[in-house]
């Protein structure tokens, strides 16, 4: 990973908007020290907020866009800390160190990518697919247990992504999971990868089938972190050969047959 | 006032009293877009074995009310390649470096030392007799003044270099082991390491470390280090001590200077914010102007009971 980019800024929280599911959309004032065109899709920033000690350690979140030289995060609210970074109101200050890790791998002429996403693991995905140079065949796949879960499709619309749906209990789209959506558009004939984010679960499941399909499958990992930067080691995952990956610096984005899931 | 914040430890100069903790700054260039680590009094290494070692299986860490639990497990690719790959960067961007070092056992330590003591650019040595996260690594030296003293004599015999001792805290009599330590020749005495600790998962009901055991630093631990610095420095050993445990402010340093501390090394702090030894080396030289002392090394010991 090029760390030359990266910066430490203290930043302000222009918005702070509910998607439902547990889920709010944060955008942040991170210019100019932080050079948001710099920002790859499948990068990361770690963000803490203006509390002493409890949380200590700031925590990841993939980036969803830059518009406008803002930076946008989503945060779904699972513990302390994602609870206070969610409860942030306009104005609040942060501090984001990024833009960090390895991206996705650009798109590429002739070959068609297919995002695979499950919850909050859409973000990056999304970016990625908005991203994606005009004439480049990507399809964004999304699934969620209910409509409720399926949090920014009036974006994916607003942008005229080309995506399909699924829940677990029907409520929007095809009934299933985001593995079964995948499954029905593996019989493409031409060139095609796999990016896939969302709950390890899931990532394995998406990584089987690509294996059995010989399929190419790029994953987002998502591991406790402390530094989010390479200086403390406590990110790794087990290397298919012995020894480890760091899924800050290495990752977060890996070739599914980088790492044991 | 101008004050001096240049301290001179075993004929070592450190523009700063503020050095990096082992273990949580890498080898000080992994931030360097952030962080000139010439600009730090010095950065001391991530532990270094004479030989690979692999590190404890994930997760390795866990977030605890104002710390956290680690049990990285000491991974590093060994001396060679740190001497290979990591020194000359280190040099040419002019930072002071104190090596880490441990090993499995005596003859390691001792190995270690001695690859260290000809590697150009090491200013000194930091002995890890404390750290709690491996089986056979450490611990039992740490907390057996006999060991300890032991294997300070051995690793004094191959170096010239002056060489630290970084004690455990998971003791019940610190000045035991720290006058240990100087009578085998330590030329000064680093505390403290972690202290040693597990945490659970309630729906699992498993270990929150795959190491299951796991050594707390932060905030939650300043108190304790504090008192550790205080008692060893009272000890009158004569040699001078760096402070460590739960740094993150510019009065936290001083705290640890004032009972006895000459340098200090900040650790999990810069986990939260990259730049805090910045912060923290600007902060105290604030308070030794609020103090109205020209030259930092005044306030060394000047704690008053
Ligand atoms: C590279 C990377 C990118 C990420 N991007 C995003 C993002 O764009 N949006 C986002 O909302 N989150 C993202 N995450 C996850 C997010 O960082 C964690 O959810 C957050 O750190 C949890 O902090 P907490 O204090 O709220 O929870 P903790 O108190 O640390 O954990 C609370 C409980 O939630 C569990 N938990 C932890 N992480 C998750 C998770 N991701 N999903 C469900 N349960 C979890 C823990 O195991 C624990 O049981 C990303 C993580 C990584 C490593
Ligand atoms: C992730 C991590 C890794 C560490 N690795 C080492 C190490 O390799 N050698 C060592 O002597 N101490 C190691 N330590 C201990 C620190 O150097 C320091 O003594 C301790 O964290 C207390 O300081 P702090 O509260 O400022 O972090 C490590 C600490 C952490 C958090
Ligand atoms: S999070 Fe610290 S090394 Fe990856």
Same mark, same amino acid.
Request: glycine share 12%; aromatic share 4%; charged share 20%.
């Given at each position: 990973?090029?760390?030359?980019?990266?910066?430490?800024?203290?930043?302000?929280?222009?918005?702070?908007?509910?998607?439902?599911?547990?889920?709010?959309?944060?955008?942040?004032?991170?210019?100019?020290?932080?050079?948001?065109?710099?920002?790859?899709?499948?990068?990361?920033?770690?963000?803490?907020?203006?509390?002493?000690?409890?949380?200590?350690?700031?925590?990841?979140?993939?980036?969803?866009?830059?518009?406008?030289?803002?930076?946008?995060?989503?945060?779904?609210?699972?513990?302390?800390?994602?609870?206070?970074?969610?409860?942030?109101?306009?104005?609040?200050?942060?501090?984001?160190?990024?833009?960090?890790?390895?991206?996705?791998?650009?798109?590429?002429?002739?070959?068609?990518?297919?995002?695979?996403?499950?919850?909050?693991?859409?973000?990056?995905?999304?970016?990625?697919?908005?991203?994606?140079?005009?004439?480049?065949?990507?399809?964004?796949?999304?699934?969620?247990?209910?409509?409720?879960?399926?949090?920014?499709?009036?974006?994916?619309?607003?942008?005229?992504?080309?995506?399909?749906?699924?829940?677990?209990?029907?409520?929007?789209?095809?009934?299933?999971?985001?593995?079964?959506?995948?499954?029905?558009?593996?019989?493409?004939?031409?060139?095609?990868?796999?990016?896939?984010?969302?709950?390890?679960?899931?990532?394995?499941?998406?990584?089987?089938?690509?294996?059995?399909?010989?399929?190419?499958?790029?994953?987002?990992?998502?591991?406790?972190?402390?530094?989010?930067?390479?200086?403390?080691?406590?990110?790794?995952?087990?290397?298919?050969?012995?020894?480890?990956?760091?899924?800050?610096?290495?990752?977060?984005?890996?070739?599914?047959?980088?790492?044991?899931? | 006032?101008?004050? !001096?914040?240049?301290?001179?430890?075993?004929?070592?100069?450190?523009?700063?009293?503020?050095?990096?903790?082992?273990?949580?700054?890498?080898?000080?260039?992994?931030?360097?877009?952030?962080?000139?680590?010439?600009?730090?009094?010095?950065?001391?290494?991530?532990?270094?074995?004479?030989?690979?070692?692999?590190?404890?299986?994930?997760?390795?860490?866990?977030?605890?009310?104002?710390?956290?639990?680690?049990?990285?497990?000491?991974?590093?690719?060994?001396?060679?390649?740190?001497?290979?790959?990591?020194?000359?960067?280190?040099?040419?961007?002019?930072?002071?470096?104190?090596?880490?070092?441990?090993?499995?056992?005596?003859?390691?330590?001792?190995?270690?030392?001695?690859?260290? !003591?000809?590697?150009?650019?090491?200013?000194?040595?930091?002995?890890?007799?404390?750290?709690?996260?491996?089986?056979?690594?450490?611990?039992?030296?740490?907390?057996?003044?006999?060991?300890?003293?032991?294997?300070?004599?051995?690793?004094?015999?191959?170096?010239?270099?002056?060489?630290?001792?970084?004690?455990?805290?998971?003791?019940?009599?610190?000045?035991?082991?720290?006058?240990?330590?100087?009578?085998?020749?330590?030329?000064?005495?680093?505390?403290?390491?972690?202290?040693?600790?597990?945490?659970?998962?309630?729906?699992?009901?498993?270990?929150?470390?795959?190491?299951?055991?796991?050594?707390?630093?932060?905030?939650?631990?300043?108190?304790?280090?504090?008192?550790?610095?205080?008692?060893?420095?009272?000890?009158?050993?004569?040699?001078?001590?760096?402070?460590?445990?739960?740094?993150?402010?510019?009065?936290?340093?001083?705290?640890?200077?004032?009972?006895?501390?000459?340098?200090?090394?900040?650790?999990?702090?810069?986990?939260?914010?990259?730049?805090?030894?910045?912060?923290?080396? !600007?902060?105290?030289?604030?308070?030794?102007?609020?103090?109205?002392?020209?030259?930092?090394?005044?306030?060394?010991?000047?704690?008053?009971?």
């Amino acid at each position: 990973m090029s760390t030359t980019n990266v910066a430490f800024v203290s930043a302000q929280v222009l918005a702070n908007e509910d998607l439902g599911a547990d889920c709010r959309l944060l955008r942040l004032a991170v210019e100019p020290e932080l050079d948001t065109s710099a920002v790859r899709p499948g990068q990361f920033v770690m963000v803490r907020g203006p509390w002493a000690h409890h949380p200590m350690l700031p925590r990841p979140f993939s980036v969803l866009d830059t518009a406008d030289g803002q930076l946008e995060i989503l945060v779904k609210v699972v513990g302390r800390g994602t609870t206070l970074i969610a409860g942030l109101h306009r104005g609040a200050s942060v501090t984001v160190l990024g833009p960090l890790g390895r991206p996705f791998p650009p798109p590429t002429p002739g070959v068609r990518d297919l995002l695979a996403g499950g919850g909050a693991g859409i973000p990056p995905l999304y970016l990625h697919a908005l991203r994606a140079p005009a004439g480049s065949a990507v399809e964004l796949l999304y699934g969620g247990r209910s409509a409720a879960d399926l949090v920014l499709v009036d974006r994916f619309a607003a942008a005229r992504l080309s995506w399909h749906c699924c829940t677990e209990d029907g409520s929007a789209g095809s009934k299933g999971r985001v593995t079964d959506l995948l499954e029905a558009q593996l019989d493409f004939p031409g060139d095609q990868r796999v990016l896939a984010c969302g709950p390890t679960p899931m990532l394995k499941a998406v990584a089987s089938l690509c294996e059995a399909r010989g399929v190419a499958c790029w994953i987002s990992l998502e591991t406790e972190m402390a530094c989010g930067i390479g200086i403390c080691r406590g990110c790794s995952v087990a290397h298919p050969e012995g020894g480890w990956r760091c899924t800050c610096t290495d990752g977060p984005v890996f070739e599914a047959g980088e790492v044991v899931l | 006032m101008t004050v !001096d914040l240049a301290m001179e430890l075993c004929g070592v100069r450190f523009a700063t009293p503020v050095l990096s903790a082992s273990g949580t700054f890498g080898y000080g260039l992994e931030t360097a877009a952030v962080l000139d680590p010439a600009d730090l009094g010095g950065v001391v290494t991530k532990g270094i074995s004479p030989l690979p070692r692999k590190g404890n299986p994930p997760p390795r860490i866990c977030e605890t009310a104002a710390g956290m639990l680690n049990s990285i497990g000491l991974e590093n690719p060994g001396v060679e390649w740190f001497a290979d790959e990591k020194m000359p960067p280190l040099r040419a961007a002019g930072a002071t470096v104190v090596a880490n070092f441990f090993g499995d056992d005596p003859d390691e330590y001792v190995s270690c030392a001695a690859a260290l !003591d000809k590697i150009d650019g090491v200013a000194a040595l930091e002995l890890n007799i404390s750290c709690p996260n491996v089986a056979h690594g450490g611990m039992q030296y740490g907390t057996d003044p006999r060991l300890a003293g032991r294997l300070v004599s051995a690793c004094r015999a191959v170096t010239t270099k002056p060489l630290w001792a970084k004690l455990t805290p998971n003791v019940t009599d610190i000045v035991a082991v720290a006058r240990a330590c100087v009578e085998a020749g330590a030329d000064a005495l680093s505390l403290i390491n972690t202290l040693s600790g597990i945490g659970i998962n309630v729906r699992t009901r498993r270990p929150r470390l795959g190491n299951l055991f796991g050594g707390l630093s932060g905030p939650a631990i300043k108190p304790v280090a504090l008192r550790m610095v205080h008692q060893v420095y009272a000890a009158g050993l004569g040699v001078p001590l760096v402070g460590i445990g739960g740094i993150t402010t510019g009065e936290d340093a001083l705290e640890f200077i004032l009972a006895g501390a000459s340098l200090v090394q900040v650790g999990t702090a810069t986990f939260s914010e990259p730049t805090a030894m910045l912060r923290i080396t !600007d902060e105290l030289r604030q308070w030794c102007r609020e103090l109205g002392a020209e030259r930092v090394g005044d306030l060394v010991g000047t704690l008053k009971v």
